[in-house]
């Protein structure tokens, strides 16, 4: 039961680490919630785009997912009230507040492109940007990584993704530690309890004692047999050495010639 319940601890904290991106809320221009989109960074403030699109560095989305138009947008950003972490074009009361706005390439030339906020239309004698409003240009971004569209793809120079690393290996690392430590200390106190067993049944065994009786005898406690002397030892016969007399002198034998 212990271990269970260590593990689902652990699993828990896992999924918290992951997934706590997950948990901050992303607006609209208008401070309404936009549902299924995902924080860009890990900034308080910072831009938000849909699950099937790719975050850019400017704050901009790119819709890359199964559904078009494909091209740039503003999606949503954290702040509720949309200050200046939060992209600051396609913003206005005709871009469309209350959900995402295209941003639609109006002049290509380069590092001189403009861009245009919903649509293209005519005037009547040439292409103009929807709504009467200007073309504008962009910053230069990069596609971020780790994020939205792109949640499965990291690099290992991603500033991005430091802090949530960092977060990821804290949230596995400690998790491991309280189990390592809580494993040794439980084996520990098994080990004990099995030692303090051992001997608490040592302690009870039943151990015969002699007590003397009468006469100097030694007498058993009831319900035992006394053991059989053990006889002493038979003294060492000396030894003896032998008598010259005794022992046969070798004798030379006679040369006849």
Not at 11 to 27: E, K, M, N, P
Not at 128 to 156: E, H, Q
Not at 218 to 225: D, E, N
Not at 229 to 234: C, D, E, H, L
Request: overall charge negative; some cysteine; charged content about 15%.
């Amino acid at each position: 039961m212990l271990s269970v319940s260590l593990v689902l601890l652990f699993l828990f904290s896992l999924s918290a680490v992951l997934g706590a991106d997950d948990y901050r809320t992303c607006y609209y221009p208008d401070g309404n919630k936009a549902l299924g989109h995902m924080p860009c960074s890990d900034e308080e403030q910072t831009a938000c785009c849909a699950s099937d699109h790719i975050c850019m560095a400017d704050g901009l989305c790119i819709e890359a997912g199964s559904s078009q138009p494909y091209g740039f947008s503003r999606a949503a950003c954290t702040d509720q009230n949309w200050g200046a972490g939060c992209p600051q074009v396609c913003i206005s009361t005709s871009d469309n507040r209350s959900g995402g706005c295209a941003i639609i390439p109006f002049h290509a030339n380069g590092d001189d492109s403009t861009y245009c906020c919903n649509a293209i239309v005519s005037n009547g004698s040439a292409a103009v940007c929807a709504n009467d409003r200007d073309s504008f240009k962009l910053a230069s971004g990069t596609v971020i990584p780790g994020r939205a569209y792109l949640s499965n793809l990291t690099t290992k120079d991603s500033g991005n993704n430091h802090n949530r690393d960092v977060a990821i290996g804290a949230g596995v690392g400690v998790p491991l530690g309280v189990l390592f430590i809580t494993a040794l200390g439980w084996a520990l106190f098994e080990r004990r309890k099995r030692y303090a067993l051992l001997n608490s049944t040592a302690a009870a065994a039943p151990y015969p004692v002699q007590q003397p009786g009468p006469g100097g005898q030694t007498v058993m406690p009831q319900g035992m047999a006394a053991a059989a002397p053990v006889p002493a030892p038979a003294p060492a016969t000396p030894l003896q050495e032998l008598e010259a007399a005794k022992r046969a002198r070798p004798q030379e034998l006679e040369v006849r010639w």
